[in-house]
């Protein structure tokens, strides 16, 4: 490679840098929840979770900060991802599973050129049982840090982000071991 490619290449490097963390960086505000309380507009290890206020596929309002007492699994996806893809009947059991003992799963469906149509088959050949909504913005990727999908936060009952998992598939095991800690 000449010194104009590595220049430019860098150049081209420290720019798409530089834009992605001004977009991460660019919702600093707190975000009101249901209630008055402030939820954080980004997301670490045991802070309270950013709110989550879109409607599902199906037409409802979710809100996370309403699941207060909840154990809440919230999954950044895309129907592109195979990764994505493999851990979604784990979801679909576990959330069957754990229902009486307060367990919710949510999938965000961000970072996806697919159709809401093509969400929708998408949720009707895996035969989802848990809501979806839809981040075609990247608000709340932004808001979450996603850097890689899937990501998935498991937040505990009073809305603290407990773990934080980029990549998967998650197996069965492993979903029972983590909604056990928060139990």
């Known amino acids: 490679m000449t010194n104009g490619k590595w220049i430019l290449a860098l150049a081209l490097f420290f720019l798409l840098a530089t834009t992605g963390l001004g977009a991460c960086n660019a919702i600093t505000a707190n975000v009101p929840a249901a209630g008055g309380a402030q939820r954080p507009a980004s997301v670490k290890i045991g802070d309270l979770a950013p709110e989550i206020d879109l409607?599902?596929?199906?037409?409802?309002?979710?809100?996370?900060?309403?699941?207060?007492?909840?154990?809440?699994?919230?999954?950044?996806?895309?129907?592109?991802?195979?990764?994505?893809?493999?851990?979604?009947?784990?979801?679909?059991?576990?959330?069957?599973?754990?229902?009486?003992?307060?367990?919710?799963?949510?999938?965000?469906?961000?970072?996806d050129p697919n159709s809401d149509e093509g969400v929708l088959t998408f949720m009707r050949n895996s035969v989802v049982n848990f809501p979806i909504v839809r981040d075609p913005e990247d608000r709340l990727s932004r808001a979450y840090r996603i850097t890689g999908l899937p990501t998935s936060f498991f937040i505990d009952r009073n809305g603290i982000v407990r773990d934080i998992v980029i990549g998967g598939p998650m197996t069965d095991e492993y979903l029972d071991k983590q909604i056990e800690k928060l139990k």
Not at 65 to 82: D, E, H, P, R
Not at 87 to 92: D, R, S, T, W
């Open 55 to 111: 409607k599902t596929m199906t037409g409802e309002t979710f809100t996370l900060s309403k699941l207060q007492g909840k154990i809440v699994l919230v999954n950044f996806w895309a129907t592109w991802c195979g990764p994505c893809r493999a851990e979604f009947p784990a979801f679909v059991r576990k959330s069957e599973q754990y229902r009486a003992q307060g367990f919710i799963v949510v999938g965000v469906n961000t970072q």
